[in-house]
């Protein structure tokens, strides 16, 4: 087993920690030497981890994400938490598992993918922290420039759909950080499939409605969405 390490890893104290685990630690400039289809812990930032997913090199490697100051994303997104050295300790005894990821223009997506204008949220802009109600204010800003945009979608069984919408946010799991902050249930890692919303009013009323039953305190089920809002389950391509 190895861990993938930046220049933010204190190694001596991690040495002295792990000194009695079968575990190798490489750093960053030395990635290429790792075998294939090894087991390979990660302390490596978000931006890192976004290239490393993207280098063909890298072949079949068993990862797992530990605590990095730089990876608050991958984190949130793989539910990565805990001491440093028990999760090193966790991950040498478990049994792997697959999970899903989500791939746009190539490169890994950590959080979601927005499409088009959803509330205030901009391709951009969607890993920037916010709260509901400066959501709101941000979509309230932009009221006057609403309109709808067509869109085709196609799905892993060559199913086209078209529709109009103001945007889509496409998702693979919970952890996304617009689902976690705003909707009830609970998207799988391992299922095959990404989750793809749709925000498509049908009046500038129904968006207003919308807005306000954002800000409640109760979460959305994706079971019972407000009519302004659309739910796709697949495999789906733009």
């Known amino acids: 087993s190895y861990l993938l390490h930046d220049s933010k890893l204190d190694v ?5 920690v792990i000194q009695d685990t079968p575990l190798r630690l490489v750093t960053w400039t030395e990635r ?12 490596l930032s978000d931006e890192h981890i976004r290239e490393l997913a993207s280098d063909r090199r890298i072949n079949n490697w068993q990862v797992g994400i530990l605590p990095h100051p730089e990876a608050l994303y991958a984190q949130a997104a793989l539910g ?7 999760l090193i300790r966790h991950y040498l005894e478990v049994d792997t598992i697959e999970a899903d990821a989500l791939i746009c223009n190539g490169e890994l997506v950590i959080s979601e993918v927005v499409i ?3 509330l205030a949220l901009r391709p951009r802009d969607i890993n ?28 892993a069984k060559e199913r086209e759909i078209r529709l109009a919408a103001l945007g889509m946010v496409a998702i693979n799991h919970t952890q996304s950080k617009l689902v976690q902050r705003s909707f009830a249930e609970t998207l799988s890692l391992t299922d095959g499939r990404l989750a793809l919303l749709l925000l498509a009013p049908r009046s500038i ?3 207003l409605l919308f807005l306000a039953r954002l800000v409640l305190p109760d979460k959305i089920s994706l079971a019972k ?7 796709e389950w697949a495999g789906i391509s733009f």
């Open 12 to 16: 001596e104290q991690l040495q002295q």
């Open 32 to 43: 290429e030497t790792v075998p294939p289809e090894a087991r390979v812990l990660l302390y």
């Open 80 to 86: 990565v938490k805990g001491d440093l050295a028990v």
């Open 116 to 118: 088009g204008r959803v």
């Open 128 to 155: 920037k922290p916010f709260s509901k109600w400066s959501l709101v204010r941000g979509a309230l800003k932009g009221l006057a420039k609403l309109h709808l945009r067509p869109f085709k979608l196609i799905t």
């Open 205 to 207: 009323l129904g968006y």
């Open 225 to 231: 969405l407000p009519p302004s809002m659309g739910f």
